[in-house]
């Protein structure tokens, strides 16, 4: 990750910064000496990056209760990886209305570092069983509780006990557990 630092104008005591996080490889000093040499750039600083230092993200997006009880379970099963090392976080955002969902399903795509979604919820379907079909073909699973509506229908797997919806989440993207949601990807539990 890079942190850019530009000061703007003659004296100007005004800064403005920038992060930006790239993947693949690079020559560091070549991209260092070239950012350096930029107009109004001041100082170019390389950290490392977010998804190094606070890991991966579960998102659990739904209603409130059934999204406390699957952060109930993520957060426990999330403990007992970080105690052996790994870095995983748990967000959630409690919404209603099928338009609201759906633009957060969307934007689960967009947010850093995340690696898994779970729809907690008793109904949906419609946009955001559309909007779930787009963050799988962005490669973020998606794992749902046993809820009416179409949504059941379009997640890698569905749950009936939301505190185990959240368990098995944290489980799928940790790098030392065994379990794989494509392995069992069209059942419910």
Do not use: W
Request: charged share 20%; net charge negative.
């Amino acid at each position: 990750m890079i942190h850019l630092e530009a000061c703007e104008g003659q004296g100007d005591e005004a800064f403005e910064e920038l992060y930006v996080e790239f993947e693949g490889e690079i020559i560091e000093e070549d991209l260092l000496n070239g950012l350096q040499t930029l107009p109004g750039v001041s100082n170019v600083i390389i950290h490392r990056s977010f998804g190094d230092i606070f890991g991966k993200r579960v998102i659990i997006i739904g209603g409130g209760a059934q999204v406390a009880q699957v952060a109930m379970g993520a957060v426990n099963e999330a403990d007992r990886h970080n105690i052996r090392g790994e870095r995983i976080s748990v967000d959630t955002i409690p919404l209603v209305g099928e338009k609201t969902l759906a633009q957060a399903v969307d934007a689960v795509t967009r947010l850093p570092r995340a690696s898994i979604l779970v729809l907690a919820g008793s109904l949906m379907g419609g946009d955001v069983s559309i909007a779930v079909d787009r963050v799988k073909a962005a490669g973020i699973p998606v794992i749902t509780l046993n809820m009416a509506g179409t949504v059941v229908d379009h997640a890698d797997l569905v749950v009936t006990d939301p505190t185990q919806a959240g368990v098995f989440a944290v489980m799928q993207i940790s790098s030392i557990a065994v379990f794989d949601i494509f392995r069992v990807k069209g059942r419910k539990f």
